[in-house]
């Protein structure tokens, strides 16, 4: 019985720091990358450019990895979790407990960048929180299709971009074709989330994670911009949430059928021929 209880808080205790650190990983992607749409937007076009965001979440991107990446894999990413335990690689306890982490660190980063920027809001508003018209503030906070841009293209959109982060990622880190040295990693899945951000932003403003667009959007029901937030542009919002997880599964299976299924089980990379080899001199 005391073995048994033993085992049961050490897999919790487990849990609890992995979400922790899916937590403070996705708090640093999401403060960087909403801090810079919000001095983009508030600065009028004087600092910063749209370049600007696609670099900071790049940046914040890269960093959240380093913190993370050594507790939990630095998923940080609602999309990547899911995906993950239907493959069976973790299991649906630490599945909840990472988008618990996720969604922590996305909540709260909304909320440091709305207190940050605060005075800057307002004055920009006039006092009115709205999420369209030509004083919105709601966008520097969650994603909003573009004007011209219908829900069906919109989906496609985030569903598309999904895709080519996912498979970007199993490019950077298959261990089994031709991965990354591990210390480049998340300088790379940086830099492939700036490439998103550059080709695949116009339409939505590149979600590409539910993690990273619905608990700041609940942020902004509850802070002053109302259920607006969700009724909007045709109740936009359940499309970067579901999208990115459909385009992450099917990321997966197009990598799976034109790559890994093609890999023997115990196929050896150069990279570890190379490693191996300098380990025998």
């Known amino acids: 019985m ?3 209880t033993k085992k049961v808080f050490r897999i919790r205790n487990t849990a609890i720091r992995k979400m922790l650190a899916e937590a403070l990983g ?3 992607v999401m403060v960087f990358g909403l801090s810079s749409v919000a001095q983009v937007v508030l600065g009028k076009g004087n600092s910063g450019q749209y370049l600007s965001i696609n670099i900071a979440f790049g940046i ?15 998923h940080l990413n609602a999309a990547v979790t899911i995906t993950q335990c239907v493959l069976g690689n973790i299991s649906w306890t630490t599945l909840v407990a990472y988008i618990i982490g996720q969604f922590l660190g996305s909540f709260m980063a909304a909320a440091t960048v709305f207190a940050l920027y605060y005075d800057a809001i307002y004055d920009y508003s006039n006092g009115t929180l709205t999420v369209s018209g030509p004083t919105a503030t709601a966008m520097i906070f969650s994603t909003y299709p573009a004007a011209n841009v219908s829900l069906q293209g919109a989906f496609f959109t985030e569903f ?17 074709n031709n991965a990354a040295i591990k210390g480049a990693q998340p300088m790379l899945t940086g830099i492939l989330v700036l490439g998103i951000g550059l080709g695949m932003g116009l339409n939505t403003g590149y979600a590409i994670n539910p993690s990273r667009d619905l608990p700041p959007r609940i942020f902004t029901a509850i802070a002053g911009w109302g259920t607006a937030v969700f009724t909007d542009d045709h109740s936009w919002w359940w499309v970067p949430v579901s999208a990115p997880v459909l385009g992450s599964l099917f990321g997966v299976f197009i990598y799976k059928l034109c790559i890994d299924f093609h890999n023997e089980p115990n196929h050896e990379t150069e990279h570890e021929k190379e490693q191996a080899g300098m380990e025998t001199s």
């Open 2 to 4: 005391l073995e048994k």
């Open 26 to 28: 996705t708090f640093i």
């Open 60 to 74: 914040g991107v890269t960093l959240g990895i380093y913190a993370a990446g050594g507790v939990s894999g630095a």
């Open 160 to 176: 598309t971009a999904t895709v080519m982060l996912i498979l970007g990622v199993l490019v950077i880190h298959d261990e089994k």
